[in-house]
Antibody
Framework: EVQLVESGGGLVQPGRSLRLSCAAS????????MHWVRQAPGKGLEWVSG????????GYADSVKGRFTISRDNAKNSLYLQMNSLRAEDTALYYC??????????????WGQGTMVTVSS | DIQMTQSPSSLSASVGDRVTITCRAS??????LAWYQQKPGKVPKLLIY???TLQSGVPSRFSGSGSGTDFTLTISSLQPEDVATYYC?????????FGQGTRLEIK
């Protein structure tokens, strides 16, 4: 079964850091681009960051550029999101999503259940 | 950056109705457009990619059309299980963006 399982969310104070992880199974992880998408409570979907199959192409939303870093470890079938200088507006459910192809320019066909990040003092 | 404008923001229709949701890009994006369905409390589900290609396992009452700047998601005969929020998604280049969403309810 194709599966994505996120972890690492929680309650964190503004200005602090958090690292999210996404464990992939049921498919050949290094054949596909991967992404992080977030959804604030009661709001719509917002793409956060994406990474190609070999980490050669990476992109970020303007709202997180310079604060968040995406990475992947194909040997461990895992995707990561290092989040620094967190703000209240980063509070959201963070989804890990699989791209349909090697490159970042395609739709997302598999989504994890998400991990909640709450930034509050 | 390319902006995606989705309409309407909400919609109420009867079972069996034909339902249409539109998405307009501020610049041409060829056919780099997908549609997702998100039921309350659930994870988004891919319905359509490349503007008009039905994802495997998705009922054939869902269809997509368009190219360039104007796109449409159509449900040919609305079913009770189609109650959800629908999002368009442009993915031709960064920043990737989603439409604001259309909340679909049964009348």
């Amino acid at each position: 079964e194709v599966q994505l399982v996120e972890s690492g969310g929680g309650l964190v104070q503004p200005g602090r850091s958090l690292r999210l992880s996404c464990a992939a199974s049921g498919f050949t992880f290094d054949d596909y681009a991967m992404h992080w998408v977030r959804q604030a409570p009661g709001k719509g979907l917002e793409w956060v960051s994406g990474i190609s199959w070999n980490s050669g192409s990476i992109g970020y939303a303007d709202s997180v550029k310079g604060r968040f870093t995406i990475s992947r470890d194909n040997a461990k079938n895992s995707l990561y999101l290092q989040m620094n200088s967190l703000r209240a507006e980063d509070t959201a459910l963070y989804y890990c999503a699989k791209g349909r192809q090697l490159v970042r320019t395609d739709a997302f066909d598999i989504w994890g259940q998400g991990t909640m990040v709450t930034v509050s003092s | 950056d390319i902006q995606m404008t989705q309409s309407p923001s909400s919609l109420s229709a009867s079972v069996g109705d034909r339902v249409t949701i539109t998405c307009r890009a501020s610049q041409g994006i060829s056919n780099y457009l997908a549609w997702y369905q998100q039921k309350p409390g659930k994870v988004p589900k891919l319905l359509i990619y490349a503007a008009s290609t039905l994802q495997s396992g998705v009922p054939s009452r869902f269809s997509g059309s368009g190219s360039g700047t104007d796109f449409t998601l159509t449900i040919s005969s609305l079913q009770p299980e189609d109650v959800a929020t629908y999002y368009c998604h442009k993915y031709n280049s960064a920043p990737i963006t989603f439409g604001q969403g259309t909340r679909l309810e049964i009348k």
